[in-house]
């Protein structure tokens, strides 16, 4: 029998709680794991994604968000600094690459930092006032009240 592992999908999914988005999402596969990441809970209703970088400058690296996907990009410029350095060992991967996250429709992206070889993407869930939950109020008229106004309205 074949068991699936959902750690892929928990990894690139922030802010869902639909299974059957999850499920799909799971099913298309993730391939690459490169450049490794964090998704981080900071607060009530705020996300980091921490991404190692190393060997690209904020020139390099491009973040767009669109139809609920974050994608990362980063796309080396070897130019005429790859000319002029011989390594003996290559030890930092410094290869194109292109992350997608999944976001739900409250995430929003609200910004992005790059320091020391770490890119940071700042995430917060926005949820419209139309979804937010409210208080109904209880109206205090009683049961016969009811009956006699319906009675009154046939009447009419």
Known sequence: MRTFDFAPLLRTSIGFENLNRLVDFATRGEGDAYPP??????????YRISMATAGFSRDELEITAQDNVLI????ANEGSEGESRQFLHRG?????FERRFQLADTIKVTGAAYDNGL????????????KKPRNIAIGGTSQSQSIEAVNDLRAA
């Open 72 to 75: 990362v990009t980063g796309r």
């Open 119 to 130: 890119l940071d993407i700042q995430l917060v869930r926005e949820i419209p006032e139309h």
């Open 92 to 96: 930092i991967a410094k290869r194109a």
């Open 37 to 46: 990441y964090n998704i981080e809970k900071v607060g009530e209703d705020t």
